[in-house]
């Protein structure tokens, strides 16, 4: 059973900055690639960022240049270093893999359970 496990979620004034980590664990074979959404309330989950097995990284417009996506694939875990806070960040923070279990298996998308970001003052 794979599980992905978020932390680093909290309160931070604008302009702050905020490391977000999502930890794999469980019976893995590969990671592929990574995904961190967010979503506000009535609102549709959107995609923040994404990093390939090959380190190639992907950012919606409204975070480029501000936030970075990066991946230890030693322990399994991926990060995102938000940085100039503003108060439009403000969502739950999603992070989703593409993991094989098997290598005879195709990967399948798991998700983890969100961690809340507010960006106030």
């Known amino acids: 059973q794979v599980q992905l496990v978020e932390s680093g979620g909290g309160l931070v004034q604008p302009g702050g900055s905020l490391r977000l980590s999502c930890a794999a664990s469980?019976?893995?074979?590969?990671?592929?690639?990574w995904y961190w959404y967010r979503q506000v309330p009535g609102k549709q989950r959107e995609l923040v960022a994404a990093?390939?097995?090959?380190?190639?990284?992907n950012y919606a417009g409204s975070v480029k240049g501000r936030f970075t996506i990066s991946r230890d694939n030693a322990k399994n875990t991926m990060y995102l270093q938000m940085n100039s806070l503003k108060p439009e960040d403000t969502a739950v923070y999603y992070c989703?893999?593409?993991?094989?279990?098997?290598?005879?298996?195709?990967?399948?998308?798991?998700w983890g359970q969100g961690t809340q970001v507010t960006v106030s003052s």
């Open positions: 990093i390939t097995s090959g380190g190639s990284t």
């Open positions: 469980g019976s893995m074979f590969r990671i592929y690639t």
């Open positions: 989703n893999a593409a993991i094989s279990t098997d290598q005879t298996m195709g990967a399948l998308l798991y």
